[in-house]
């Protein structure tokens, strides 16, 4: 009798584990089967009609009205225009910062005819970035994607109001014509890590999203040059996604600086200024005030190494004062008159404006 028991005990105890490991290669095969489904619609991709009727309805035009002064005093208000993406389903909306300049309350328009006030959360001229929160019901909204896999020849798709046209948003279809490019505006400032498209990007798209055929938003449209066709940039969505981070939760980007408007140097700008150096950062002014007045730099002076990086352009002294800290000091080699020197500096903080 008691090996009868024994032999039931035993059979219940196999049926038992049986059992939990059939269960446990059930789950284990549901899990795989929805990681791979995961994966596959990641990466699916959608036809174009598709893209635009699933991204359109979250791209927004923004307006900001400005006052500026005639030559009597007397107030003349005008509006600019811009586009901007709803990124978040609380009514977050990422543009440029130039689209809304400097004014605290903007009008924000989606495709739908809704009309919002939008506050501005933030925004950093250095980047060209601002964030416009809306307050409202079932605002639509598009994901932001990965940047870092784009690939050259990839089809891209841009959306934004151009020209201010009525109809809603404008689309126009392109591909990466290249990555990681860097442009300088006049007063030196280097917008740095844009996507260069063909995409026709017009007056009105600034601040518009670039998009992928995933659906996803990989860069925000921020310039053209003008009179050259084809020629396309924005701002890769990997670079915008911590600044944008940082307007929503202080409502500015505190970064360090060292106080000096730069130049990229080419080997034609060396050759045309009879430089001794075809590579590194020429410094074309040493603001007042700031770390490099303090620490001696000198207009002329050319900065080939920084904290020990090499740094053959002004898009490459950014990336390594990105690393740094405010207050942290800081080594460059330079070469001035034909001569190489070291110095160093302590990093301060970017004004709001240069005098």
Known sequence: MA???HNFDTIQSDNMRGTFT?????????????????????????????????????????????????IFLRPVPSNGLGSGIIYDSRGYILTN?????????????????????????????ITDLAVVMIKGKDLPYTSLGDSSKLEIGETL???????????????????VSALNRSLEDATGIALIDLIQTDAAINPGNSGGPLINLKGEVVGINMAV???VHGVGFAIAINSAKPVAKELL??????????????ITITPGLAALYDLPAEEGVLVARVVKGNPAAEAGLQT??????????????????????????????????????????????????????LE
């Not at 929805?34 to 699933?54: G, H, Y």
């Not at 991204?55 to 500026?68: D, G, K, L």
């Not at 050319?302 to 690393?323: C, D, M, N, W």
């Not at 460059?332 to 070291?342: A, C």
């Open 3 to 5: 090996e009868q028991i």
């Open 22 to 70: 059939r269960q446990l290669l059930l789950t284990t095969v549901v899990a795989f089967l929805s990681f791979v489904a995961r994966e596959v619609w990641a990466q699916t991709l959608f036809s174009v009609p598709q893209v635009i009727a699933k991204v359109r309805p979250s791209v927004v035009q923004i307006s900001a009205r400005r006052v500026s002064y005639d």
């Open 97 to 125: 910062s130039h689209v809304v300049g400097e004014e605290e309350d903007v009008q924000v328009i989606l495709p739908d005819g809704r009309k919002f006030g939008g506050e501005v959360m933030g925004r950093d001229p």
């Open 157 to 175: 798709i841009a959306i934004g109001n151009a020209l201010g046209l009525e109809g809603g948003p404008t689309v126009t279809v392109g591909v």
């Open 225 to 227: 040059i003008p009179s």
């Open 249 to 262: 939760e202080t409502g500015m980007v505190v970064r360090p600086w060292l106080g000096i408007v730069p």
């Open 300 to 353: 002329g002076d050319i900065i080939s190494v920084l904290a020990g990086e090499r740094v053959k352009s002004v898009a490459g002294l950014r990336a390594v004062i990105a690393k740094k800290k405010l207050g942290d000091r800081v080594n460059l080699e330079i070469n001035r008159d034909r001569k190489k020197f070291t110095m160093s500096l302590t990093l301060g903080v970017v004004p709001d404006e």
